[in-house]
């Protein structure tokens, strides 16, 4: 006698949701910021102000801002890199860390924009005034 064995069913995958490659602004109380990437959905972004380890530990309350938003992660990973270059020197940017690998084809139609944080910027003096 044959014994009939009963096939697994396959599983309907949900339909991925599309990505939304963001680069955003986490704000101190103090005046001090981050600028950072994240592709998270927008329930996880709500909820996401950075990888930071000053970020993490923090523990008062923080303020988001959403610079710009892409479709691809080339075009924000770029966009982030030359906005944390762009603050590089005001002592409220927090980013020390600069990490990029992007290929250029992808990115023959970037338009960088313009943005400046929030708050008082009158300690700061863009590098291109002072040189």
């Known amino acids: 006698m044959s014994k009939k064995t009963k096939l697994p069913t396959k599983r309907k995958k949900k339909p991925a949701e599309k990505k939304i490659h963001r680069v955003y602004c986490t704000y101190f109380p103090d005046g001090r910021y981050y600028i950072g990437y ?29 610079i710009v938003e892409y479709d691809t992660r080339n075009k924000a990973k770029l966009q982030e890199l030359l906005l944390q270059l762009q603050q590089f020197n005001d002592p409220l940017c927090l980013n020390d860390m600069l990490h990029i690998r992007l290929n250029r084809r992808h990115l023959k139609d970037f338009a960088p924009i313009r943005w400046t ?15």
């Open 38 to 66: 994240s592709c998270k959905t927008e329930r996880l972004f709500e909820k996401y102000y950075g990888s930071s380890k000053i970020v993490k530990e923090y523990e008062g309350e923080l303020f988001k801002e959403t």
């Open 117 to 131: 944080p929030q708050g008082d910027t009158r300690t700061f003096v863009p590098r291109i005034i002072r040189d």
